[in-house]
């Protein structure tokens, strides 16, 4: 008889419980493992995403932020500082254009009398904002007594708009006022002359979206573009009374395209 013991049938059972204890245990661990897994990867895609309430918003600057899933608080911190760069950028805007005078401007003192005025209020400056239509949207909206002022190198003139300004969104549109006349003078002889419509129309200005190449025209009388040139429309005499006048607008001598220098838009108070 050899020295290994035989198994009883008691024995074999309690083996074979053991190994399929053990099968048990290793396939939870298994499962234990690829749910860790899984989690793992769901949290690293997760941290790929672009919050989308940071991207494009439209109250300032788009801060984006690549890679990062930011918190509520996070976000509130960044909205912060759009609104703190959007406020610092109309503050220094509002510096620049309060240093901005008119007062030497014998144009300053004839639209004073005109509308007695106390004193302008610059709204809109190409100096400041460049011939950007967005900002001459958003400076002018829902504003009154407005002067649109032309200057060229040697010459001054533009037009007068009474009533609230409409700028509906992105598009061309249209602005009337019961009170609106034109005006021009030459720098050499500041003597401003003014010139009344024609007609009983109240169309006074048009804006224009971002696309076009235009940034405003007077009612048939000129356009000013993007590109710093202004065309003289070639009806302004039949639309104003410039009877008188042998060249509308004393500053063209003659030419319909004269080089914008400054394009200003004031309000009267």
Same mark, same amino acid.
């Given at each position: 008889?050899?020295?290994?013991?035989?198994?009883?049938?008691?024995?074999?059972?309690?083996?074979?419980?053991?190994?399929?204890?053990?099968?048990?245990?290793?396939?939870?661990?298994?499962?234990?493992?690829?749910?860790?897994?899984?989690?793992?990867?769901?949290?690293?895609?997760?941290?790929?995403?672009?919050?989308?309430?940071?991207?494009?918003?439209?109250?300032?600057?788009?801060?984006?932020?690549?890679?990062?899933?930011?918190?509520?608080?996070?976000?509130?911190?960044?909205?912060?500082?759009?609104?703190?760069?959007?406020?610092?950028?109309?503050?220094?805007?509002?510096?620049?254009?309060?240093?901005?005078?008119?007062?030497?401007?014998?144009?300053?003192?004839? *639209?004073? &009398?005109? =509308?007695?005025?106390?004193? $302008?209020? /610059?709204?809109?400056?190409?100096? @400041?904002? %460049? !011939?950007?239509?967005?900002?001459?949207?958003? *400076?002018? &909206?829902? =504003?009154?007594?407005?002067? $649109?002022? /032309?200057?060229?190198?040697?010459? @001054?003139? %533009? !037009?007068?708009?009474?009533?609230?300004?409409?700028?509906?969104?992105?598009?061309?549109?249209?602005?009337?006022?019961?009170?609106?006349?034109?005006?021009?003078?030459?720098?050499?002889?500041?003597?401003?002359?003014?010139?009344?419509?024609?007609?009983?129309?109240?169309?006074?200005?048009?804006?224009?979206?971002?696309?076009?190449?235009?940034?405003?025209?007077?009612?048939?009388?000129?356009?000013?573009?993007?590109?710093?040139?202004?065309?003289?429309?070639?009806?302004?005499?039949?639309?104003?009374?410039?009877?008188?006048?042998?060249?509308?607008?004393?500053?063209?001598?003659?030419?319909?395209?004269?080089?914008?220098?400054?394009?200003?838009?004031?309000?009267?108070?």
């Amino acid at each position: 008889m050899g020295n290994s013991a035989t198994l009883t049938p008691q024995s074999q059972l309690s083996l074979d419980m053991q190994k399929r204890m053990l099968q048990v245990k290793s396939a939870r661990q298994s499962l234990k493992l690829s749910k860790t897994s899984k989690s793992l990867c769901t949290q690293q895609l997760s941290q790929n995403v672009i919050p989308k309430n940071v991207i494009g918003r439209s109250d300032g600057p788009s801060l984006l932020v690549h890679h990062k899933r930011t918190s509520q608080r996070e976000r509130d911190s960044i909205y912060l500082q759009q609104k703190t760069l959007r406020y610092v950028s109309n503050k220094q805007r509002m510096s620049i254009a309060k240093s901005i005078t008119l007062k030497d401007n014998n144009l300053y003192a004839f *639209l004073l &009398s005109k =509308k007695a005025s106390k004193h $302008f209020e /610059v709204l809109y400056d190409t100096r @400041i904002s %460049g !011939f950007d239509s967005r900002d001459l949207r958003s *400076l002018i &909206s829902y =504003k009154q007594k407005l002067a $649109f002022i /032309v200057e060229t190198q040697d010459n @001054i003139f %533009g !037009f007068y708009h009474e009533d609230f300004v409409n700028c509906t969104g992105n598009e061309t549109t249209t602005n009337w006022s019961n009170r609106m006349f034109l005006f021009s003078m030459k720098k050499s002889n500041p003597i401003p002359v003014i010139f009344m419509k024609n007609t009983q129309q109240k169309d006074s200005f048009t804006l224009y979206p971002d696309r076009d190449e235009r940034l405003l025209s007077c009612f048939s009388a000129f356009w000013v573009f993007k590109d710093g040139n202004v065309i003289i429309n070639p009806d302004v005499k039949d639309a104003y009374d410039m009877r008188k006048i042998l060249t509308p607008f004393s500053c063209v001598d003659g030419n319909r395209k004269v080089e914008c220098v400054r394009f200003v838009v004031v309000k009267t108070e």
